[in-house]
């Protein structure tokens, strides 16, 4: 039937922190015995470095995503071979290259994550377990300079998104889940948000393929000064071109009109640009130097998703007002952990349980309710349904576009 939860748990974390540990040291003391016999006693140094993945990349220049040439306009066509473009982009490497840090963690996190996730496994241990590795990878204690862009989304069937497990969560992961694995990476607030469906039956493959399709011709639209709503209406296409049979009936992929892609900036995983997969009629366009998560969903029900389920995403209100009051002690406290260990990126209640807050849900709504931080509740299509997502974080350089997130996965 299903394998032993907690050995394959344990198994990911292992390998993560196997891989990143610095091999032990061995120092040897020489000792004088009483004898006067020279004995050499062996002292294990069991501290673990933690180099993370710097350690494999002593230069610290981190691997290029896929390239792709800007198409459209004659001005676009030119921007490869543009000597002041090319300057331009020289000058951001730093941040290029802080993004293709946290895509390398992103892919290695998840190529073991789909050897080793099974069902049978509790939400809790998937989720944990790709959140420990990232933890490990990263490198640092310090939450804010590295580690997990926001919580491990680990979503099943008809939830699309936003939903991690809290505290006392028992789900458990079922052979014919359909579960969307969407965490984020960063390092100094330079986000890597991407997404993939995992699957144990391969009933859903048409499902998963029209969706991941559909994610790469979002890729493959996007461009400086593309409009947001071209972009979506080549989703929606190619989206709209797939059906799946399950249990003898046929039915239409649909896309889920009411999620989008997003524009990512320092520490914000959503910089105020949505990019929609149906046509919409939104004529923003795309711009040199941005950041994009290029996400698409697909469902077999009815491709629109309402709130359900308790919350377990939180984030801080950038558009909070200032000096919004704060009445009580506890509320207050609460607040000045969550600047201090997340900051403006989003976390979930098991991150508060970990950071050693106890008893903080009535703080955590008055903070919600003076509007100082923000739920995102689980987002779900209707009951039965099964819905799909693949995602990509694309860099728009000045002169070529990176899908910086790219692996050999998807
Ligand atoms: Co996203």
């Known amino acids: 039937m299903t394998t032993e939860p907690n050995t394959l748990a344990e198994q990911i974390e292992k390998v993560a922190l196997d891989e990143t540990a610095e091999e032990t040291h061995v120092n040897e003391a020489t000792v004088e015995g009483n004898s006067g016999e020279k004995k050499k006693k062996k002292k294990k140094n069991n501290k673990k470095k933690k180099g993370g993945i710097n350690q494999f990349f002593p230069d610290g220049v981190f691997p290029e995503g896929e390239w792709q040439e800007y198409t459209g306009s004659e001005e676009n066509l030119k921007r490869v071979t543009d000597e002041e473009k090319r300057y331009l982009d020289r000058q951001a490497n730093n941040k290029w290259n802080e993004f293709r840090k946290g895509a390398e963690i992103h892919r290695r996190v998840r190529q073991t994550a789909q050897k080793n996730i099974k069902p049978g496994m509790t939400m809790t241990e998937v989720a944990e377990s790709i959140e420990n590795s990232v933890r490990a990878y990263s490198g640092t204690d310090d939450s804010l300079k590295g580690g997990m862009g926001f919580p491990c989304g680990v979503s099943l069937n008809h939830c699309a998104a936003h939903y991690t497990p809290n505290a006392g969560d028992k789900v458990v992961l079922q052979y014919d889940d359909v579960m969307k694995v969407d965490f984020g990476v960063h390092v100094n607030g330079h986000i890597i948000d991407c997404a993939w469906t995992q699957t144990f039956n391969e009933r859903y493959d048409p499902l998963l393929n029209a969706v991941k399709e559909a994610t790469n011709t979002g890729i493959k639209t996007a461009g400086i000064d593309v409009r947001m709503t071209d972009v979506g209406e080549a989703v929606e296409e190619v989206m709209e071109s797939y059906e799946v049979e399950l249990d003898g009936k046929v039915y239409p992929v649909k896309c889920i009109r009411n999620l989008q892609g997003h524009n990512i900036k320092p520490y914000q995983i959503h ?20 950041t994009f998560a290029i996400e698409t969903f697909g469902s077999t ?36 952990a969550i600047d201090k260990n997340f900051g403006s990126l989003p976390f979930c ?39 799909a997502q693949y995602e990509h974080t694309i860099l728009l350089h000045p002169t070529r576009k990176e899908v910086v997130s790219r692996g050999d996965d998807y």
Do not use: F, W
């Not at 050693?356 to 009951?383: F, M, S, W």
């Open 301 to 336: 029900g009815k491709g629109y998703v309402v709130h359900g389920g308790e919350c377990s995403h939180y984030m801080k209100n950038l558009d909070a007002p200032p000096n919004a009051p704060i009445r009580l002690d506890r509320a207050k406290k609460l607040m000045q």
């Open 349 to 387: 209640r098991r991150y508060l349980d970990r950071i050693g807050e106890e008893k903080y849900l009535l703080a955590l709504n008055q903070l919600c309710r003076a509007g100082l931080i923000t739920e995102h509740p689980p987002l779900v299509d209707v009951k039965g349904c099964y819905t």
């Open 271 to 290: 910089g105020g640009k949505s990019v929609p997969i149906v046509k919409n009629g939104d004529t923003t366009k795309m711009e040199e130097g941005e």
